[in-house]
């Protein structure tokens, strides 16, 4: 279920892409792309091993800020652009996730207070069936446009596929990208999904159902506004919300500080090894 819907929520929307295509840097090149994949590649891989949540959205941006900075100077960043579309919405929409997550949370059980506890469970665990689908839609409409941005981007730089050409992504790009989300979805990336779901709280059904829902809201408005927000980010700022709703205590905040530094440290790490991959691509003479 949740691949089949990332992959119909990367069909439908592009305008986080056209903010990746178009919106953050100019005078890209094949060697700025090549080195912007590599260092969001490295960087996902390092969070991955430690099984740490991390953006690889994020990282995917702070390569291409890299690259492009070590390619063409500051000049080359549209720094509007990033601090519009990138850094606000990077640190506002875990906060968005955590503050609605709590309040959503709170609601639900000052709603629920006298109600059957077995009733309760077994209601929510239907719904989380139906959270979890939106959030799936969500994860995809967002996530695969950062790809399909960069892919758009490198067609443009080889004179492929003009960004001012409608529409922006083209239609084989978009079905590739949706192809390649619900496939990595269907693998599963298992140290991060106990993560998630098991070491900063132990995740019930009506806990499940308010974070996801929380997730999706936060991320269904940045897709339709054309920002790029982690949607790991968001769905584990949500659960935190929803953790310290129900108690403060049960929430693992040592979590929840390694997270934070992953989530400080994706672009510049990215950024930098970009900018590191991009010079040895220069001296290898790769075009």
């Not at 601090?83 to 709590?102: E, Q, W």
């Not at 207070?113 to 139906?130: L, S």
């Not at 990336?189 to 995740?203: F, V, Y």
């Not at 897709?223 to 929430?251: D, E, N, P």
């Amino acid at each position: 279920m949740a691949a089949s819907l990332n992959f119909l929520g990367a069909l439908c929307f592009t305008k986080v892409a056209a903010t990746i295509a178009k919106g953050l840097v100019i005078g890209a090149t094949p060697q700025v792309i090549l080195a912007a994949i590599l260092g969001a590649i490295v960087w996902n891989l390092a969070t991955w091993y430690f099984g740490i949540p991390s953006s690889s959205s994020h990282a995917l941006v702070g390569g291409l800020i890299g690259a492009a900075w070590m390619h063409g100077g500051q000049g080359s960043i549209l720094w509007h652009g990033v601090l519009d579309k990138v850094v606000l919405p990077l640190v506002l929409s875990p906060l968005a996730g955590f503050a609605i997550g709590f309040v959503v949370m709170v609601l639900i059980v000052l709603f629920f207070a006298n109600a059957q506890a077995n009733k309760t469970g077994r209601a929510f665990k239907r719904m989380q069936v139906i959270s979890s689908a939106i959030m799936s839609f969500a994860h995809g409409s967002n996530d695969a446009q950062k790809s399909m941005g960069i892919i758009t981007l490198a067609l443009a730089t080889l004179g492929a596929h003009p960004l001012a050409k409608a529409p922006v992504v083209p239609l084989w790009v978009k079905l590739a990208c949706a192809v390649a989300m619900a496939a990595g979805t269907s693998v599963g990336g298992w140290r991060i999904i106990k993560t998630m779901g098991h070491k900063i709280i132990r995740l019930e059904p009506v806990s499940g159902f308010a974070a996801e829902t929380t997730a999706s809201l936060v991320i269904l408005y940045a897709t339709l506004t054309g920002k790029t927000v982690s949607t790991t980010h968001v769905i584990s700022g949500s659960i935190f919300g929803v953790g310290s709703a129900k108690r403060f205590s049960a929430v693992r905040w040592s979590v929840a500080q390694t997270m934070l530094i992953a989530w400080v440290l994706t672009i510049p790490a990215a950024a930098s090894v970009a900018a590191l991959s991009y010079t040895v691509i220069r001296l290898l003479g790769v075009h």
